[in-house]
């Protein structure tokens, strides 16, 4: 007569053993990103001075939002764009001769969305095409290297 094996496992048990672990992992890797605020790659954050140095975010001015009718570019219906702008500037100084200037910068934005098609500024690359034009548009009123970057808070094309 052979004897039961006195060893049986309850399978039960070890899913439970293997969950149990698994939710302490993660909960130890979300503790630790949250309270060592480790990145993982991404590159959110204060912009590079083109010379590696990391610099803290500047002052911002908020241009306000534009609601532009876009060039035609072959397309019979009248398009538009909405959009919300901010400048990132150098410096306390540059955001008030800004802010003083308003009506200026805000020609220049309208200037350069005025030539835009849907088309042109569709997608990652378009947009970034966008930001550069409305930079040099913008830096030929305020002072050199003083636009740090451009930012869209808000952007529909219809």
Do not use: C
């Amino acid at each position: 007569m052979a004897l039961a094996s006195s060893k049986t496992v309850d399978f039960r048990n070890v899913i439970i053993l293997i969950a149990l672990v698994i939710l302490l992992a993660a909960g130890t890797a979300y503790s630790v990103y949250t309270y060592l605020g480790i990145s993982f790659g991404r590159t959110a954050g204060p912009s590079n001075d083109g010379y590696g140095r990391v610099l803290a975010p500047g002052p911002m001015v908020d241009l306000g939002t534009f609601t532009v009718n876009l060039a035609a570019g072959g397309s019979p219906s009248a398009r538009y764009v909405r959009t919300g702008i901010v400048l990132e500037v150098d410096s306390e100084e540059t955001k008030r001769w800004a802010e003083e200037r308003s009506p200026q910068l805000r020609d220049r934005v309208i200037g350069v969305l005025r030539q835009e098609t849907m088309e042109s500024i569709h997608g990652a690359e378009g947009m970034e095409r966008l930001r550069r034009r409305l930079r040099e548009a913008i830096s030929d009123v305020v002072p050199e290297n003083a636009v740090r970057d451009v930012y869209f808070i808000d952007l529909v094309v219809q």
